[in-house]
């Protein structure tokens, strides 16, 4: 879904509205970090709508990237941090592309089980 910008309090999936981040706790989930600047972006963006706490959580990630992570948010949690570094993908026996329309039906069906 890359390309698309979200705007908080504008439709972004299916005419769901994103969620208000002032005040909560905020976990930034990725497949892993390499420089690390797409999660910095996006902490940067969700950081200026106050969260009370920002974590961040992959699986893997090159060590630099993680330890410097720790001055942009609370907390970092960075599963696997193996030297040499090559790329994210290089740690994944499937490292697969997931298309919008999968990750519309995933979050539809996250949404389904919280509600039944």
């Known amino acids: 879904m890359s390309g698309r910008k979200s705007n908080a309090g504008s439709a972004s999936i299916e005419g769901r509205y994103a969620l208000p981040v002032d005040g909560r706790t905020i976990i930034l ?11 910095l972006a996006a902490a940067r963006a969700l950081r200026t709508q106050r969260p009370k706490t920002m974590m961040v959580a992959v699986s893997v990630a090159s060590h630099d990237a993680c330890e410097a992570f720790r001055r942009h948010v609370d907390k970092i949690v960075c599963g696997e941090t193996p030297e040499p570094f090559y790329a994210v993908g290089a740690w994944y026996e499937d490292f697969s592309q997931t298309s919008d329309s999968e990750v519309r039906e995933l979050l539809e069906r996250a949404v389904h089980q919280r509600t039944t």
């Open 29 to 39: 989930v990725d497949d892993g970090l390499a420089t690390g600047a797409t999660m």
